[in-house]
Every structure is written in structure tokens, then in C-alpha cells.
């Protein structure tokens, strides 16, 4: 049974009752969130209405992991990207902090993100309860010999003049430690998140389109295994019709809601 829920700002009380009780049953929930737990943070999405790929088709496509190593130019502006980013500085909200109650209650099974801003371990869940599958901007790695370490002291480079700063141990091209399109996801972080889609009793998708493939799959896999998947987000998903609810809201509003414990 999907559940809609009108995206008013206005919750269905009905409605949270019911994902609240789905919720509070379940044994153990996975969690997969997207760029849409992050917007109310000052963190914009991708594909939402004001996304970072709606406004600039283009930047989708220079990504890449292949843009980056072959032209200096694009390094250069990605460091000045970061350099300026409202990642360093956002801070987590109610969203964020509901699924640490959730965590709290002993039910979060693992809490895996697509987004690369830290967030969850700011707001208090616990690292080794997280799979940050896309990886983190709050470190640098070496494309060549995989130094890594933290971010700041790359960026520290950056303002002291490096336009483009290059691995101190082996002179290779440094990146943040984010998986870029056209490089593989962890095979240890897949396995954790396929493993979580198919135990947890509950899948909930939060501020995720679904769209980017292998991680938009534990849905699907969840529903094989027959688990129940609950969806929230602001727009429609290619699996609204698959979840036994979905609520349209934002995360910020909707996941204390369901999760106030
Ligand atoms: N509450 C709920 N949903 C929200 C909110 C909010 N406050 N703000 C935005 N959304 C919804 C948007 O409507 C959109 O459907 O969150 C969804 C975010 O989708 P995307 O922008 O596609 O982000 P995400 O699904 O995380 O993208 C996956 O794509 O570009 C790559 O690596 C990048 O990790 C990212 C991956």
C-alpha cells in the first residue's frame, strides 16, 4: 500500500501514526539517506527543484574522475570549490538528529549515506553504525599511492598559494576522499549496504532520488527479500509505488515526527 502524503508543510497525523507504528514494530531499520536529509542544513541537492546538477547540467558531466586527472584546470576549480564550500561549515538538523535517537533505541540496523558531508557523525551516530558509500570531503586522498589524511591540511595548501596540491609522499594528484563517477564504490561498503537492505525489517529512504545506481538498488533489494520500505522525500522516486508509505516533507520536519521517541 502506498501512502501519500501532500507535501504541504502539513503532515498527515494519520499518517505519521502509521510509519510511526511500522517504525516502532520493526526489530531493526536500515537507513539510506540522500542529499535531501542535508538541504535544511544549507546543503543544496542535486536533482531537487535548486540541485547543483538541475542548475548546471553541464557540472554532472565534468564529475568525473577522468575530468579530474586530466585536467589541471578543473582541479584548480575544484579546489576552490572546496575552498569555499558550505560543507566545512554546515551543521546537522532535526532530521540528522532524529536518526541518532534512532540509533539510541538499539533499532538502526546500519545507516548508510550517499551524502559526503559528515553530517551524520556530527550530529552523534555512531561511525561504525555508518556506510558513508560515496565517501567524505572531510579528507584528501592520493589518486596515485592512496595517502590520505585530513582535509584541512590540503586546504591549508590551497590558501598559503597551491593552486592544485600535489601528494607530499609520491607527487601523485590529490582529490577528497569522495568516489567520483567513473570510480568504484568500496566492495566492503556495498556488501555492508546490500547485507543491511536484505536483514533490516525496514528500509527507510530519506532525501534520495534513487536514481544513482548500485546503492539506489537496496531498495529493490529490500523489497526481494520482503522487507518494508518507507520513503521520504520531497518529490516522487522510481519506488514510490513499491513503498508500503511514502510522505512528502521535508526530513528536517517529518522524521522527528516519525521518530520522537
Ligand atoms: N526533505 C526531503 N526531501 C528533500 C529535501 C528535504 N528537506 N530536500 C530535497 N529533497 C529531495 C529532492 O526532492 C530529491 O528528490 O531529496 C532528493 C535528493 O535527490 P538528489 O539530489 O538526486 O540526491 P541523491 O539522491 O543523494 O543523489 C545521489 O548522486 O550526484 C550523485 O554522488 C551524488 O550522492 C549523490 C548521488
Redesign the pocket.
Same mark, same amino acid.
Given at each position: 500500500m502506498s501512502m501519500a502524503i501532500p507535501g504541504d508543510g502539513v503532515i498527515d497525523e494519520g499518517a505519521v501514526a502509521f510509519v510511526r507504528g511500522v517504525l516502532e514494530s520493526a526489530a531493526s531499520v536500515a537507513v539510506l539517506s540522500?542529499?535531501?536529509?542535508s538541504?535544511?542544513s544549507g546543503i543544496p541537492?542535486?536533482?531537487?527543484p535548486n540541485?547543483v546538477?538541475t542548475r548546471n547540467p553541464g557540472a554532472?558531466k565534468r564529475s568525473t574522475i577522468q575530468h579530474y586527472v586530466e585536467d589541471p584546470q578543473v582541479r584548480r576549480e575544484a579546489w576552490q570549490i572546496r575552498l569555499h564550500s558550505d560543507m566545512f561549515t554546515a551543521t546537522p538538523n532535526d532530521g540528522h538528529r532524529a536518526l541518532v535517537e534512532l540509533e539510541r533505541s538499539g533499532r538502526l540496523h546500519t545507516l548508510v549515506t550517499?551524502?559526503i558531508d559528515g553530517l551524520h557523525v556530527i550530529a552523534g551516530n555512531s561511525p561504525d553504525k555508518i556506510v558513508e558509500i560515496?565517501g567524505t570531503v572531510h579528507r584528501w586522498e592520493c589518486v596515485s599511492c592512496g595517502a590520505r589524511g585530513p582535509m584541512d591540511e590540503a586546504l591549508d595548501r590551497v590558501r598559503a598559494g597551491e593552486e592544485d596540491p600535489h601528494c607530499l609522499f609520491c607527487g601523485g594528484i590529490v582529490k577528497s576522499a569522495t568516489i567520483m563517477f567513473g570510480q568504484s564504490l568500496v566492495a566492503a561498503d556495498l556488501m555492508r549496504a546490500e547485507l543491511a537492505a536484505t536483514e533490516a525489517d525496514v528500509l527507510l529512504a530519506i532525501?534520495?532520488?534513487?536514481? +544513482?545506481y548500485p546503492i539506489a538498488a537496496m531498495v529493490p533489494l529490500a523489497l526481494e527479500a520482503g522487507r518494508a520500505v518507507v520513503i +521520504?522525500?520531497?518529490?516522487p522516486?522510481p519506488f514510490d509505488e513499491h513503498a508500503i508509505a511514502v510522505i512528502r516533507g521535508?526530513?528536517?520536519v517529518v522524521l522527528p515526527a516519525l521518530l520522537a521517541l
Open positions: 540522500g542529499a535531501g536529509i538541504t535544511d541537492d542535486f536533482r531537487g540541485g546538477w554532472e550517499q551524502n560515496h532525501g534520495t532520488s534513487l536514481s +544513482v +521520504v522525500n520531497a518529490e522516486t521535508s526530513a528536517s
